[in-house]
């Protein structure tokens, strides 16, 4: 595998049933760049994304992430080798706080786990200072306002302001991958766009983080990307810039049909 390849996938098929939500699929994710994934609803889009974390096995084919094979692996510990990802519907625990919401996303890096921190307050308390000064650095990227007052319970934001805690609360494992599942979901134009720009700022701040977005708003993917992977019926159909991808007539037949 090149070391420029952070996430290398190959063959990888998923059935249930007779039903083949991925065949056969082979993708690289390179280290550092944004990689746009694209196609109709029913595609396998969030199948692929859900198969890589672990949330399903794989009927076949392989997963290697950063140089170690993850094929199999269960979801926390996929998480645990540092990949995090954002859900098209959002997996917010509304009646918390803003900082808990953040906070469960450090929980891997506890350390010491329940018993431990029961037998050392003190380690406990300094840590959860730690977690709500990095809470309110990353809030601070997206949207200073949040990181003022983290205490807010979720249920009372906007649906950007929930986004943006839910983007915070994957990177704040500190993810070599993060995979955006249609963040723009239930948002206005004006919104999406406004998301866009956090999470291109977010990507010059960690110029190695490596991102997978699935989105249907084309304009994101336009501005967002450096490669992009277009799949139908569970296969890959073809990849390249976004320019390339939107000419290709075999994408253009995925979405609008023949003539």
Known sequence: MSKDVLLAVTRLTKRFG?????SELTLDVERGKVLGLIGP???GKTTFFNVITGLYEPTSGHVVFDDSPITGLSAQEVHHRGVSRTFQRSRLLLPLSIFDNIALGMHLRQGKGLWGNLFSRTRLLAQVREFAHEAGELLAVFDPELARDMSRPVEGLPMISRRRVEICRALASRPKLLLLDEPSAGMTHDETMRLVDDILLVKKR??????VIIEHEMSVMERITDHCAVMNFGTMICEGTYHAVAKDPR???AYLGGE
């Open 206 to 211: 960690s110029d190695d983080l490596a991102i």
């Open 18 to 22: 007779g039903l083949a939500a991925l």
């Open 41 to 43: 609803n029913g595609s």
């Open 251 to 253: 994408v253009q037949e």
